[in-house]
């Protein structure tokens, strides 16, 4: 049975840092692509950031280039997510999601066919 167990999240003040991760089993985590997706409060799911099973393309979504920052250890089938200078409009419920291929889409659109059950980000003074 596919697992993925985000933990990490809280709240935090503006310009603060969490790290999120992911506990995936079930599957061979090496062998697919993640990404992170969040649902702010109200609103619908937005895409974060994405990994290849390598580890070594990463892509983000405008609003968190330079801050957020995705990983993974394979060793450890984890999947990371670092996010310094937290703001506001960050505050959200942080999924984890695993991808149906190895790669990051060249289009952007991602096939994902397991998800976690999320984790709450709360960034507030």
Known sequence: ???????????????????LSC????FTFSSYAMSWVRRAPGQ???WVSGI??????????????????ISRDNAKN?????????KPEDTAVYYCAKDQTPDVPADGVYEY???????RVAVSS
Not at 52 to 63: A, E, M, P, V
């Open 1 to 19: 049975e596919v697992q993925l167990v985000e933990s990490g999240g809280g709240s935090v003040q503006p310009g603060g840092s969490l790290r």
């Open 23 to 26: 506990a995936a089993s079930g």
């Open 44 to 46: 619908g799911l937005e």
């Open 52 to 69: 290849n099973s390598r580890g070594d393309t990463t892509t983000y979504t405008d609003s968190v280039k330079g801050r957020f920052t």
């Open 78 to 86: 984890t999947l990371y997510l670092q996010m310094n200078s937290l």
């Open 113 to 119: 066919d397991y998800w976690g059950q999320g984790t």
